[in-house]
C-alpha cells in the first residue's frame, strides 16, 4: 500500500529511508530506483524529481550517514573529557556503535563506492567526521615535544584503519567467521598496543 503523506513535501526523506532499507538488504548495487520508488510508495517517476539517479540517493544517505557519525564521534569525544586517552578510545567504540545502529548508514558511507567528494555538502560532513578523530589524536599527543610529536592526521587515521578493520571482520556478522573475542576487546587492546608503540601512552598505561 502507498506510504501517506509523502506527497506533502517528504518524499525526498522517505525515499532516502528507502533506499537505507533497500542498501542494507540488498547492497548498494542490489537494488533500483524503481524499487525505492515502490518501497516510498511513489511512483518511478516522482525520484527524479529529487535525484537525478541511485547513485545521488545513495550519496545522500551517505551524507546523512557521516552527519550522524560525526555528532557521535564528538559527542563520544566529549564523554572522555578530561582524559585525552578515554576521550580517544571512546571514539573507536563508537565507530563499533556506530556500524551496528546504522548499518545503512555505514554501507552507504564506506562501501557503494560513492566518492565523499560527489557533492560539496558530503564532502564537508566527512571532513568534519575525521577531524573529530584527529581532534582526539592531538590532544593524546600534546605531551610529546613538537620536534619527536608524531603527525595526528598519521595516527588517526591509523585507527580508524583499525577500527574499521574490526567492524569489517568481526562487528558486522560475516557468514562463517566468529569473532576471537568481543570486537570492542579487540579494538581497545589493539588501540592499547598500537598507542603503546609509537609512545604516545606509558608502557605500563
Same mark, same amino acid.
Given at each position: 500500500?502507498? /506510504?501517506?503523506?509523502?506527497?506533502?513535501? !517528504?518524499?525526498?526523506?522517505? =525515499?532516502?529511508?528507502?533506499?537505507?532499507? =533497500?542498501?542494507?538488504? /540488498?547492497?548498494?548495487?542490489?537494488?533500483?530506483? %524503481? +524499487?525505492?520508488?515502490? +518501497?516510498?510508495?511513489?511512483?518511478?517517476?516522482?525520484?527524479?524529481?529529487? $535525484?537525478?539517479?541511485?547513485?545521488?540517493?545513495?550519496?545522500?544517505?551517505?551524507?546523512?550517514?557521516?552527519?550522524? $557519525?560525526?555528532?557521535?564521534?564528538?559527542?563520544?569525544?566529549?564523554?572522555?573529557?578530561? %582524559?585525552?586517552?578515554?576521550?580517544?578510545?571512546? @571514539?573507536?567504540?563508537?565507530? #563499533?556503535?556506530?556500524?551496528? /545502529?546504522?548499518?545503512?548508514?555505514?554501507?552507504?558511507?564506506? +562501501?557503494?563506492?560513492? *566518492?565523499? !567528494?560527489? @557533492?560539496?555538502?558530503?564532502?564537508?560532513?566527512?571532513?568534519?567526521?575525521?577531524?573529530? #578523530?584527529?581532534?582526539?589524536?592531538?590532544?593524546? %599527543?600534546?605531551?610529546?615535544?613538537?620536534? /619527536?610529536?608524531?603527525?595526528?592526521?598519521?595516527?588517526?587515521?591509523?585507527?580508524?584503519?583499525? *577500527?574499521?578493520?574490526?567492524?569489517?571482520? $568481526?562487528?558486522?556478522?560475516?557468514?562463517?567467521? @566468529?569473532?576471537?573475542?568481543?570486537?570492542?576487546? =579487540? #579494538?581497545?587492546?589493539?588501540?592499547?598496543?598500537? #598507542?603503546?608503540?609509537?609512545?604516545?601512552?606509558?608502557?605500563?598505561?
Amino acid at each position: 500500500m502507498p /506510504k501517506r503523506g509523502y506527497h506533502h513535501g !517528504n518524499l525526498r526523506q522517505a =525515499l532516502v529511508e528507502a533506499a537505507l532499507k =533497500l542498501v542494507e538488504e /540488498k547492497g548498494p548495487a542490489g537494488f533500483t530506483l %524503481s +524499487e525505492a520508488a515502490r +518501497e516510498a510508495g511513489v511512483t518511478p517517476a516522482a525520484v527524479y524529481r529529487h $535525484f537525478e539517479g541511485r547513485e545521488d540517493l545513495i550519496a545522500e544517505a551517505a551524507r546523512q550517514g557521516y552527519e550522524i $557519525f560525526a555528532d557521535l564521534m564528538d559527542y563520544a569525544f566529549q564523554s572522555g573529557q578530561p %582524559s585525552a586517552l578515554a576521550s580517544f578510545e571512546a @571514539t573507536g567504540r563508537a565507530y #563499533l556503535a556506530f556500524a551496528r /545502529k546504522y548499518p545503512g548508514h555505514y554501507v552507504a558511507m564506506f +562501501e557503494s563506492g560513492i *566518492s565523499v !567528494n560527489r @557533492t560539496p555538502e558530503l564532502a564537508v560532513v566527512a571532513a568534519r567526521a575525521s577531524a573529530v #578523530l584527529e581532534k582526539a589524536a592531538a590532544a593524546l %599527543s600534546e605531551h610529546i615535544p613538537p620536534e /619527536k610529536r608524531p603527525p595526528a592526521a598519521m595516527f588517526s587515521a591509523h585507527i580508524w584503519a583499525m *577500527s574499521h578493520g574490526v567492524v569489517e571482520l $568481526f562487528a558486522r556478522g560475516a557468514p562463517g567467521r @566468529t569473532a576471537p573475542f568481543p570486537p570492542e576487546e =579487540l #579494538l581497545e587492546s589493539g588501540i592499547g598496543i598500537y #598507542l603503546r608503540g609509537m609512545g604516545l601512552i606509558p608502557p605500563d598505561s
